[in-house]
């Protein structure tokens, strides 16, 4: 049971604010994704399965329906793609290749080294600064392919400089 009692605790609250248990789903997802690392682990929902008297498939069907839940582990940082309309129009497309390439994720994946998960996101609200991307949540804008070097080199080298002042 992936659910520690203080989870369990909060969604016996939880559900008494809705008509039917079931309805406390969404939120409680939340929560786990919060609290267990992230992301949703099967087991993790299964555990929500059972707490709220749902088959596993229906759980399943919610967790994936939505790009807010994660069901794979996330890298140390993550790069969000907006690919709405404005910043499609300014190549968005581009953009998210070259981060795609650059850090060996796949879009909705992480890459192999753990470093980076890329997501492919709606508006941000950044339109009129478009394309723009969303690291670890701080935006960078009016984005060309060099911009996109000169992020990722800035993560990069802040990593080095971490492992450096590691003693
Ligand atoms: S369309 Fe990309 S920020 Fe609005």
Not at 13 to 25: D, K, S
Not at 26 to 43: D, K, N, T, V
Not at 99 to 125: H, I, M, N, W, Y
Request: aromatic share 6%; charged share 20%.
């Amino acid at each position: 049971m992936a659910l520690s009692a203080r989870l369990k605790a909060e969604f016996d609250e939880l559900v008494t604010h809705y008509p039917e248990r079931r309805a406390g789903l969404i939120p409680a997802l939340h929560r786990c994704q919060e609290e267990l690392g992230g992301w949703l682990s099967p087991q993790t929902l299964e555990d929500c399965a059972q707490f709220f008297g749902l088959d596993p498939v229906e759980v399943y069907g919610v967790a994936t329906f939505y790009p807010m839940f994660r069901m794979t582990p996330p890298g140390q940082h993550t790069i969000s793609v907006c690919h709405n309309i404005s910043c499609a129009l300014r190549g968005a497309e581009e953009v998210l290749a070259h981060v795609c390439r650059r850090t060996g994720a796949k879009p909705g994946g992480t890459s192999p080294d753990g470093q980076f998960s890329v997501l492919r996101v709606e508006c941000q609200g950044a339109c009129a600064n478009a394309p723009m991307l969303d690291l670890d949540g701080t935006y960078h804008e009016d984005l060309d392919l060099a911009k996109v070097d000169q992020v990722l080199d800035l993560v990069a080298q802040s990593a080095r400089a971490k492992q450096g002042a590691t003693p």
